[in-house]
């Protein structure tokens, strides 16, 4: 099956500094390569997605890129502020269904 | 708008107690599916369900069971409690086909003791 490797596990950044979050995946069929953000207490939220015949999208402050070849995606956040602050998890899947197989996650802390 | 909505937010329950966690969707989504959320390795699929009536194992089903009697509900079920299944649970929904929005539920906190 998938399996996804996310890195880094803890990333502190100053407010206005760029993030950089980056996933690595296993299955080549995987075609799908969603983002979530999750803050204290509350479900993932998606913030951004990618499919497998895109190498990069963005929405304002946030942009992922994707390199099939080498089998990894990357979550770039600009400009960061203190609300980014969160939990942010990558993801891949090849099927439908909604399986999705996750990252470990990445704490990302946003320094005023 | 509701969307994804689960309950209880929070349960107690002692070792080999049994107790359901409730999910329901208003947006006519075929595909839901629950997950589990444990410290240091992200979200981990339990059960999906591609439509009323129809079910399958994800990645880690052991100890629970699900249902989809119709297309709003799928409820999750913990025959015999165990410490291990502390743990935090996501419901999800998406519409049918690949590469669709999931959405999440705002999650159950249990605690087996």
């Known amino acids: 099956g998938e399996n996804v490797e996310q890195h880094p596990s803890t990333l502190s950044v100053q407010e206005g500094d760029s993030a950089v979050i980056k996933c690595t995946y296993s299955?080549?069929?995987?075609?799908?390569f969603p983002w979530y953000k999750q803050e204290l207490g509350k479900g993932p939220q998606l913030i951004i997605d990618?499919?497998?015949?895109?190498g990069e999208k963005k929405d304002q402050r946030i942009a992922v890129t994707l390199n099939k070849t080498a089998k990894h995606f990357s979550l770039h956040i600009t400009e960061t502020q203190p609300e980014d602050s969160a939990v942010y998890f990558c993801?891949?899947?090849?099927?439908?269904?909604?399986?999705?197989?996750f990252g470990q996650g990445t704490i990302l802390t946003v320094h005023p | 708008n509701a969307g994804v909505t689960q309950t209880p937010k929070f349960q107690v329950l002692k070792t080999g107690q049994s107790m359901t966690l409730q999910c329901a969707q208003d947006m006519n989504h075929e595909y839901m599916s629950w997950y589990r959320q444990d410290p240091g390795m992200g979200l981990r699929l339990i059960h999906y369900s591609v439509g009323a009536g129809i079910t399958d194992q994800g990645e880690v089903p052991n100890g629970y069971n699900v249902s989809r009697s119709t297309t709003e509900d799928f409820p999750l079920r913990l025959l015999s409690a165990a410490p291990s299944q502390t743990s935090v649970y996501f419901c999800a929904s998406s519409r049918q086909a690949s590469g669709n929005t999931i959405y999440f539920g705002e999650g159950s906190w249990l605690t087996v003791v």
């Open positions: 993801a891949a899947t090849g099927t439908s269904y909604g399986k999705l197989t």
């Open positions: 990618i499919r497998s015949n895109v």
């Open positions: 299955d080549s069929a995987s075609n799908y």
